[in-house]
C-alpha cells in the first residue's frame, strides 16, 4: 500500500503515533481524574488473607526468614526479601525497618532508594512526606529514569499543589516508560 500511496502510509503511522500519545496520557490522566472523584485512603486495602491456606503457607516461610534473620541479621537479602509481604499483610513499620536494614547492609540503588520511599509512604497512608520525597530524589539521582521514582515525585508535586511539576514528572515517567 506505501508503494502505491505513500502518504496514506504516512497518514497512518501519524494516526498510529496520535493513538499512542493519546493512550499513554489519556488513561493515567483518566485513572487519576476517577481516583481524585472516587479513590479514598481510608478505602481497605487488599491485603493477604494469613487464614486462607497460601496465607498460612506464606506466614510459614516469613517466619523461617525471620527466624534466619534473628541468627544473621546482617543479611541484606533477607531484609529486603521481607518488605512486600509486611507491606502486603499492613505491618508497614515492619516494612520500613526492613527496607532500611536492607539499604543499609546492601547498599544504596535508585531501586533500594524508590522503595524505601514507597515504605515511607505506605505507612503514612498514602502521604510523600519530606523523609520520602529525599529518597525518591535520591533514586533519581542514582538513576534519572527511576520510574517508581518519577511517579512519586509527580505525586509529591501534586499533593504540594504543584501541578506543572506533577505534569513534568509524570510526562517523563511517560516518555521513560514507551
Known amino acids: 500500500?506505501?508503494?502505491?500511496?505513500?502518504?496514506?502510509?504516512?497518514?497512518?503511522?501519524?494516526?498510529?503515533?496520535?493513538?499512542?500519545?493519546?493512550?499513554l496520557t489519556g488513561i493515567p490522566m483518566l485513572a487519576l481524574i476517577l481516583y481524585g472523584a472516587l479513590g479514598s485512603p481510608e478505602f481497605q486495602e487488599i491485603r493477604i488473607d494469613e487464614r486462607s491456606p497460601k496465607g498460612l503457607e506464606l506466614a510459614a516461610i516469613v517466619r523461617s526468614i525471620e527466624g534466619t534473620l534473628d541468627k544473621n541479621?546482617?543479611?541484606?537479602?533477607?531484609?529486603?526479601?521481607?518488605?512486600?509481604?509486611?507491606?502486603?499483610?499492613?505491618?508497614?513499620?515492619?516494612?520500613?525497618?526492613?527496607?532500611?536494614?536492607a539499604l543499609r547492609l546492601l547498599g544504596p540503588t535508585a531501586e533500594r532508594e524508590a522503595a524505601l520511599g514507597?515504605?515511607?509512604?505506605?505507612?503514612?497512608?498514602?502521604?510523600?512526606?519530606?523523609e520520602a520525597r529525599a529518597a525518591f530524589d535520591r533514586a533519581v539521582g542514582l538513576n534519572a529514569n527511576n520510574p517508581k521514582a518519577l511517579f512519586f515525585?509527580?505525586?509529591a508535586a501534586l499533593q504540594s499543589e504543584k501541578r506543572e511539576e506533577a505534569r513534568l514528572n509524570w510526562q517523563r515517567l511517560l516518555q521513560v516508560a514507551s
Open 153 to 155: 515525585l509527580g505525586l
Open 118 to 130: 514507597e515504605t515511607l509512604v505506605a505507612a503514612t497512608n498514602g502521604i510523600v512526606t519530606p
Open 73 to 101: 541479621p546482617d543479611d541484606g537479602r533477607g531484609w529486603e526479601v521481607l518488605v512486600p509481604y509486611y507491606l502486603s499483610v499492613g505491618r508497614n513499620e515492619d516494612a520500613l525497618k526492613a527496607q532500611q536494614n
Open 1 to 23: 500500500d506505501a508503494a502505491r500511496d505513500p502518504t496514506a502510509a504516512a497518514g497512518a503511522n501519524g494516526r498510529r503515533r496520535n493513538a499512542a500519545i493519546l493512550s
